[in-house]
């Protein structure tokens, strides 16, 4: 069974910086993509960011793109989100998901069958 584990929750202040980690567990992950979403109060759950573990090809949705950077360490299964020069419109639990699923749309959350428990993200002004 895959496990998800995040951490790195955090309040800041806008301009901030925070770093997010998640550690998987329970699979051989080499060929997976690793994704972070996230879901702020009363939105739908969003595409963030997302990263190849075998290519290393990285994808970001349009407004984190120069201030989030996706990061990922094989040998100890573990994916990073380095979050700079954060804004309030930030704030939102993230959640970090996996999928052994090839060419697929990173930014669908349908292409993922495995989820972490989520971790909140507060940016204040």
């Known amino acids: 069974q895959v496990q998800l584990v995040e951490s790195g929750a955090g309040l800041v202040q806008a301009g901030g910086s925070l770093r997010l980690s998640c550690a998987a567990s329970?699979?051989?992950?080499?060929?997976?993509?690793m994704g972070w979403f996230r879901q702020a109060p009363g939105k739908v759950r969003e595409f963030v960011a997302a990263?190849?573990?075998?290519?290393?090809?990285?994808y970001y949705r349009d407004s984190v793109k120069g201030r989030f950077t996706v990061s990922r360490d094989n040998a100890k299964l573990t994916v990073y989100l380095q979050m700079n020069s954060l804004k309030p419109e930030d704030t939102a639990v993230y959640y970090c998901?996996?999928?052994?699923?090839?060419?697929?749309?990173?930014?669908?959350?349908?292409?993922?069958?495995?989820w972490g428990q989520g971790t909140q993200v507060t940016v204040s002004s």
């Open positions: 998901a996996a999928t052994p699923k090839a060419n697929i749309k990173p930014y669908l959350r349908d292409e993922y069958n495995y």
């Open positions: 329970g699979r051989t992950f080499g060929r997976y993509t």
């Open positions: 990263i190849n573990l075998s290519s290393g090809d990285t």
